[in-house]
């Protein structure tokens, strides 16, 4: 040994981590799954998840929040922005919410179900209802929904929701708590959820200020049931940005297979432009790219007429 670089000698560890792998699934019915059984409740044959029992989001649902890409971090359940809320509901008492005063730009929160067998399904799907509001004439936040098939280790997408989706109840000021006609539904399937190990993600995706978003009754089973169940007695037109400085665009909901006019009157009730005539083909139907530019500034009224009478009406600025 070459003593005069010998300066003694380095104790060696290793160290080993175990990790246990939960994700099961763990929950099979016949042509529905539940979420919740203790929460459930029949409705046409189906079964609902109404998140009435704040218990069951440490049991069957998992709160994470995001970071952006190239960051590390624990998940912190406690600073997500998903929370249980009582007092708001499309129906009960209860649902989550998504709390604009907790957002920070850049993050996303996300909301992770139980494993599930959906094997034995012919077209499995699962089926939400949603309510949220912009604070600016720009909503820009977006809802995304994944399904994993391998515990988490990959996650494929599902569906959005769009911004305008997520601001469907329009522009509110003030803190937004929903009415009973500011719900929205939407369905969501894809064949690869035909599998016995199925887990579901809602993960809240913030890309500036926003109002509060609400997420209540969730449902997963046959595509048919929950279609049979879907809200679509809800018509209601959204129109983004208001006011607008001239390019807007008009969404209207819950009047699929309708013909309908939809036009621009001015407050005399003269009809200035006419937007658009046709069939309503999904029950989120966009207009897009309206070009309003050249009509002096001030108040307008978009009408949505259906068999020679107006079903919707909704106010215009023009800035």
Not at 23 to 45: F, L, Q, R, Y
Not at 170 to 184: A, C, M, Q
Request: charged content about 15%; some cysteine.
């Amino acid at each position: 040994m070459d003593t005069l670089f010998y300066r003694g000698e380095a104790k060696q560890t290793t160290y080993i981590a175990y990790f246990t792998n939960s994700c099961a699934s763990t929950t099979v019915k016949e042509s529905i799954i539940i979420i919740s059984p203790s929460s459930s409740s029949n409705n046409v044959g189906s079964y609902t998840y109404d998140f009435e029992n704040v218990s069951e989001l440490s049991t069957d649902w998992q709160i994470t929040k995001g970071v952006p890409a190239g960051d590390w971090s624990f998940n912190a359940i406690e600073n997500s922005s998903w929370e249980w809320v009582n007092g708001v509901a499309v129906s009960g008492s209860a649902g989550l919410m998504i709390d604009k005063d907790n957002l920070t730009l850049g993050e996303t929160d996300e909301l992770i179900s139980v494993a599930y067998d959906l094997s034995a399904l012919t077209s499995p799907a699962i089926k939400f209802s949603y309510s949220g509001a912009s604070l600016n004439t720009f909503p820009v936040n977006q809802v995304n929904v994944y399904y994993s098939d391998d515990c988490g280790a990959v996650w494929r997408p599902l569906g959005s929701l769009t911004n305008v989706q997520v601001a469907n109840a329009g522009l509110y000021t003030t803190n937004f708590r929903p009415t009973t006609d500011e719900w929205s539904d939407t369905v969501m399937t894809k064949t690869q959820l035909k599998n016995d190990n199925i887990m579901f993600k809602f993960e809240y995706v913030i890309n500036g200020s926003s109002n509060n978003f609400y997420l209540d009754n969730v449902m997963i089973g046959e595509e048919s049931d929950l279609m049979i169940v879907e809200n679509t007695t809800s018509t209601r037109v959204s129109i983004y940005p208001n006011p607008t400085d001239g390019n807007t665009f008009i969404e209207l909901n819950n009047l699929a297979d309708k013909e309908v006019e939809v036009k621009l009157v001015n407050i005399l009730g003269a009809e200035i432009m006419h937007l658009f005539s046709g069939e309503i083909v999904s029950n989120h139907y966009m207009i897009n790219n309206i070009d309003l530019s050249h009509l002096e500034t001030g108040i307008y009224f978009v009408k949505v007429v259906a068999g020679g009478n107006i079903i919707m009406t909704d106010k215009l600025i023009l800035k």
